[in-house]
């Protein structure tokens, strides 16, 4: 059903040369030599060719066949079709690339810090109106190292909170520039999450 050959079209045809890409040749001939040898093999991705020449994404485990005497005779491969949750993972990594250049290219400041508060994300604009270009801010922590220290406890509180998942909208804060002007920042603190909704740093904006 997955690749259109039946079976009767395909015993005693040479698996490689049938079914697998040239360029997932390799990878498939160490995989099935390594069970040949008595090991069994997990989660090995690759394209498999279907009759109508399409390529279909395969997650493919395999173990050796065995006569009583331990001798391997051949091997087992269980195959997973994935190729839906390939385009899924395309379209996550399409829609994260947007997302990445919507902040960069934003008309705000927007800056995003990881769980540690170490800043992860600095736009053109934050850098435009701080001074302070993405290289010198990315993996210091935002609080201690661009927030004056009488601010500094109400600044970490909010962005303590988001990291709880505690979203915070208009708080406002004093954030001094690279040439030490005051600039009045109004903050709306939203939780970054993964794909299992959990927190994994926060997006200021």
Not at 95 to 108: G, T, Y
Not at 159 to 177: D, I, M, R, V
Request: hydrophobic share 35%; with cysteine; proline share 3%.
């Amino acid at each position: 059903e997955l690749t259109g050959y039946s079976k009767q079209e395909l015993l005693g045809q040479n698996f490689m040369e049938t079914l697998i890409p040239d360029e997932f040749k390799a990878i498939v001939q160490n995989t099935l030599r390594t069970t040949l040898q008595g090991s069994s093999i997990e989660n090995i991705e690759f394209c498999l060719c279907t009759k109508r020449k399409r390529c279909v994404d395969v997650l493919l485990s395999t173990s050796p066949r065995m006569i009583p005497s331990g001798r391997v005779v051949g091997l087992i491969g269980v195959g997973q079709d994935i190729s839906e949750r390939k385009k899924i993972e395309v379209e996550k990594a399409r829609v994260a690339d947007e997302l990445q250049r919507f902040i960069q290219s934003a008309n705000a400041p927007i800056f995003g810090i990881d769980t540690d508060g170490f800043i992860n994300e600095w736009n053109d604009m934050a850098a435009q109106i701080t001074g302070y270009t993405k290289e010198e801010t990315l993996g210091k922590d935002f609080v201690k190292e661009f927030v004056r220290p009488e601010n500094q406890e109400s600044v970490q509180h909010v962005l303590s909170n988001a990291l709880k998942g505690k979203e915070a909208a208009n708080f406002e804060f004093p954030l001094y520039t690279k040439e030490n002007r005051r600039i009045e920042f109004l903050l709306n603190a939203t939780s970054r999450r993964d794909l299992n909704l959990h927190v994994i740093g926060v997006l200021g904006v």
